[in-house]
């Protein structure tokens, strides 16, 4: 079975610096895809970038990029100039890829992230 | 953008009782989930549909609970005989077929059993 694990319970980070959320996973699988989701206090889940585990370069959308090593299975999140509606959990997700039936999303149990000024 | 509608936001039910909780996912998605969080763990996966059939469900999907697709726009999670531990936010998503992308997801049902 695949498990996902966020070991940082909390990380803070200062408006306009960078920070990392760090997630490792385990899987026997070759092909798969990650996710970073964002849950704000409204709860709702918010997808902020997805990696393909054959793909070799980093996914990157606007402040949001990370550092995918799979053969340390490592899948971290990097946010970049932080702004204060970063503040939200961050949750790191994992599905194999669909092979024609509905694959579902492993999580793991999520990185509170505060921004302050 | 599209998105996943779910109905009511939050739910107040006494223990036992029978809930039904209600989404409309995009139109054009074809596999449907639905998730729970209790509160400040992390989120779970319940089950996913496809084809008017359960594709998969976790161990948590017991006969107590059911879904459904009862027309062409909602899916729908019914909860029988409610316990004080089903207290949870619920989350519904969709997905497109075979696009492997991140589900969209709702923003939830929040459910609370007294």
């Known amino acids: 079975a695949q498990t996902v694990t966020q070991s940082q319970p909390e990380m803070s980070v200062q408006e306009a610096e960078t920070v990392t959320l760090s997630c490792t996973y385990d899987?026997?699988?070759?092909?798969?895809?990650l996710f970073w989701y964002k849950q704000p206090p409204s709860r709702q889940m918010i997808l902020v970038i997805r990696?393909?585990?054959?793909?070799?370069q980093n996914a990157t959308e606007n402040r949001f990029s990370v550092n995918f090593q799979k053969a340390a299975k490592s899948f971290s999140l990097k946010i970049s100039d932080s702004q204060l509606g970063d503040a939200a959990m961050y949750f790191c997700a994992y599905r194999r890829r669909n092979t024609g039936t509905a694959s579902k999303l492993t999580f793991g149990t999520g990185t509170r992230l505060q921004v302050t000024l | 953008e599209p998105e996943v509608t779910q109905t009511p936001s939050h739910q107040v039910t006494q223990m036992g009782q029978e809930v039904i909780l209600r989404c409309v996912p995009i139109s054009n998605h074809l596999y449907f989930y639905w998730y729970r969080q209790i509160l400040g763990q992390k989120v779970e996966f319940l089950v996913s549909?496809?084809?008017?059939?359960?594709?998969?469900k976790s161990e948590i999907f017991d006969d107590q609970f059911s879904v459904e697709r009862p027309d062409g726009s909602n899916f729908t999670l019914k909860i029988r005989s409610t316990k004080l531990e089903d207290s949870a936010m619920y989350f519904c998503?969709?997905?497109?077929?075979?696009?492997?992308?991140?589900?969209?997801f709702g923003s939830g049902t929040r459910l609370t059993v007294v």
């Open positions: 549909f496809y084809n008017n059939e359960i594709s998969e």
């Open positions: 899987t026997s699988e070759s092909d798969y895809y």
């Open positions: 990696q393909e585990a054959y793909k070799q």
């Open positions: 998503a969709s997905s497109e077929q075979l696009a492997n992308y991140g589900y969209t």
